[in-house]
């Protein structure tokens, strides 16, 4: 290797005294890439052995460590610190202050004071860190402790007498319809609820049950009153941040708005909530405007507290926990009031994805939302060919060790056994299959290029749910695709 030039792809220096320690330093590498070739001479090779040896020189090679080192529990410790006693008589050792913030206070104490509230009077005497500005936030949440507590376990319930009375409160329209739904019923922008006025856009409390739970927050999309009289509103949920993969961390006055919406009549509405929705720029280059912008906003939230005005809410994010993320909002499609929900024409798209269709010349079907044609490649459950290979293995989970790879095939044609009703379970498709290096050896496997696949003369034919080898094997299988 030292005499490779500068340009070969290989070089690593014309000196064979760094190219021996280069060697050496990546031997585990190296080693791994041996230990894996399937011929037993080469893994046992005299370089092999001349490089372990080479890194046991040079210590580069994992400790090992015997059981019988270890030093047990009764024997005496040699530190000579260990006997020292640092506390005062009388005075009790104390939690590190670098791992006792705020924020980890609040969480921990919340957390004793449901499985175990006698150490909760303990945990409130511990030195607190000061925090900078950006944790300014929790800066009053451990004057009163037991006050944060009550109010995160035990939520305040709506009185019996908004409860018994809801049915009896004064809903009229302030103003005159505006447009009509897609089932003919009026649309209106406001409405006065008990004095109250309510108008697209706003986000109510609603009393959803009898229970002691908060009252639900509702975000409203439009009103509009059915053929019966009866005054509506549709809303779409907004979850505290309590109520999310936040927990304990968010922001009291933080909302997040969901993707669940519902109709509800405008009687059970209790009260409108003061609502901002913030939009942030995203980036680096905004991110002390935006640092600032919150530092004001708490000053102005803690300003109202103690003037003892209704909290400001605010909402910036989206949650969406099916997806598993916080996305920005769709500030375009909200509280538009023309009858239209963007929510709903999600869950009307979603549902629209598990029809199953197949196309009029026969030749592409769509499932599960994916189109797929004649001549397409997808990927194939490898588990499926288990039973053609004589393997059975189950591997736990979390392991990828001795997993199969996706199997590649085509779509050929797509059969239908009964042309004027096309479901899944009638509805059959010719794949041919492709061969992987590792299907055919493991020399083949070591070498070949991982995209590498062989084409075969198999063709199976599948139903789409239940799919069912044809010619080579006659085996009932299930087989999920995916476009590769």
């Known amino acids: 290797?030292?005499?490779?030039?500068?340009?070969?792809?290989?070089?690593?220096?014309?000196?064979?005294?760094?190219?021996?320690?280069?060697?050496?330093?990546?031997?585990?590498?190296?080693?791994?890439?041996?230990?894996?070739?399937?011929?037993?001479?080469?893994?046992?090779?005299?370089?092999?052995?001349?490089?372990?040896?080479?890194?046991?020189?040079?210590?580069?090679?994992?400790?090992?460590?015997?059981?019988?080192?270890?030093?047990?529990?009764?024997?005496?410790?040699?530190?000579?610190?260990?006997?020292?006693?640092?506390?005062?008589?009388?005075?009790?050792?104390?939690?590190?202050?670098?791992?006792?913030?705020?924020?980890?206070?609040?969480?921990?104490?919340e957390y004793y004071s449901n499985y175990s509230p006698e150490d909760l009077e303990e945990g409130a005497d511990c030195e607190v860190k000061e925090e900078d500005e950006a944790e300014e936030q929790y800066e009053n949440e451990d004057d009163d402790k037991e006050e944060v507590v009550e109010k995160t376990l035990k939520p305040r319930s709506v009185s019996e007498h908004n409860k018994s009375h809801t049915s009896q409160k004064e809903v009229r329209w302030d103003g005159s319809p505006v447009s009509k739904t897609s089932s003919g019923e009026a649309i209106y922008k406001r409405a006065i609820v008990s004095g109250e006025v309510i108008v697209v856009g706003d986000a109510v409390l609603v009393d959803v049950d009898e229970s002691d739970e908060l009252p639900a927050i509702y975000f409203v999309e439009y009103m509009f009153e059915t053929r019966n009289g009866s005054r509506m509103f549709h809303g779409r949920m907004m979850k505290r941040g309590s109520e999310t993969v936040l927990g304990n961390t968010a922001n009291d006055r933080e909302v997040f708005l969901t993707i669940e919406c519902m109709n509800y009549k405008l009687q059970d509405v209790k009260q409108a909530i003061i609502l901002e929705v913030l939009k942030r720029p995203w980036g680096h280059d905004h991110r002390k405007d935006n640092i600032n912008a919150d530092r004001i906003d708490r000053e102005k939230a803690e300003e109202r507290k103690k003037k003892g005005l209704q909290v400001e809410y605010y909402c910036k994010s989206l949650y969406w926990p099916e997806r598993g993320a916080f996305f920005t909002l769709p500030l375009d499609t909200m509280g538009l009031g023309s009858g239209v929900c963007h929510s709903c024409n999600l869950k009307i798209a979603e549902e629209d994805k598990d029809i199953f269709r197949v196309n009029s010349s026969q030749t592409g079907f769509s499932y599960k939302g994916t189109e797929y044609s004649v001549h397409d490649f997808v990927y194939v459950s490898p588990h499926q060919f288990a039973s053609e290979r004589g393997e059975n293995e189950t591997f736990k989970g979390g392991r990828n060790v001795g997993l199969k790879p996706y199997v590649v095939c085509q779509l050929l044609e797509v059969v239908l056994k009964e042309p004027k009703q096309a479901e899944t379970r009638s509805t059959q498709v010719k794949v041919q299959r492709f061969f992987r290096p590792d299907d055919i050896s493991p020399e083949k496997a070591y070498c070949s290029d991982i995209r590498e696949v062989k084409a075969s003369f198999k063709i199976f034919c599948c139903i789409i749910i239940f799919y069912q080898f044809c010619g080579f094997c006659n085996h009932t299988l299930s087989i999920s695709f995916w476009h590769l």
């Open 1 to 109: 290797m030292s005499e490779f030039k500068k340009d070969h792809h290989a070089y690593i220096s014309s000196d064979p005294a760094a190219i021996e320690r280069y060697v050496v330093v990546h031997g585990q590498i190296i080693l791994q890439l041996f230990a894996e070739f399937p011929d037993q001479k080469i893994k046992k090779c005299a370089f092999v052995v001349g490089l372990t040896r080479k890194m046991e020189e040079r210590h580069h090679t994992k400790w090992v460590v015997n059981k019988k080192a270890i030093v047990q529990k009764f024997q005496s410790n040699l530190n000579p610190r260990a006997a020292m006693d640092t506390l005062a008589p009388g005075s009790k050792r104390k939690l590190m202050q670098a791992t006792t913030t705020r924020l980890i206070n609040r969480i921990w104490g």
